[in-house]
């Protein structure tokens, strides 16, 4: 799987009542891969996968979040809009709203701390754009 793989999997997963735009702007860098939108809410998602975990514990994982990615999430968080960085390596995937540069410093043993399972996001995306709305 890659990244654009991994992302097509999770929207296919999201409920039809959330909007999901894939952005792609080649004149406005930093700006995250995806929109999302529903009666309950909205967000931005930055995605980054990698298809595998390093072999020892203390491995760094850098995700490859640019300084200009990292900018423009903490300049909308800043200003009060949901923003996530969601990573993914293999199976595992961990979501961050806050302190984006960390997903390019985690070792191996810290991602598998803090992941989730795959249905976890889709539980937590849903929740986040209907609210009490029914996730079909």
């Not at 529903?38 to 514990?57: M, Q, V």
């Not at 979040?65 to 923003?83: C, D, K, M």
Request: hydrophobic content about 35%.
């Amino acid at each position: 799987m890659n990244e654009t793989s991994f992302i097509t999997k999770i929207n296919k997963k999201l409920s039809s009542k959330i909007y999901k735009w894939k952005i792609n702007d080649p004149y406005h860098g930093g700006v995250p891969d995806t929109y999302y939108a529903g009666p309950g809410g909205f967000c931005f998602a930055e995605y980054k996968y990698k298809p595998k975990l390093p072999k020892k514990d203390i491995s760094k994982i850098n995700f490859g979040l640019s300084v200009q990615q990292e900018l423009w999430l903490t300049t909308q968080a800043g200003f009060n809009v949901p923003v996530y960085v969601i990573v993914g390596c293999e199976d595992q995937i961990v979501c961050l709203s806050t302190d984006f540069k960390r997903c390019n410093t985690f070792t191996q043993e810290e991602f598998l701390k803090e992941a989730i399972h795959f249905e976890d996001l889709i539980d937590l995306l849903n929740t986040h754009c209907l609210k009490g709305q029914g996730a079909k």
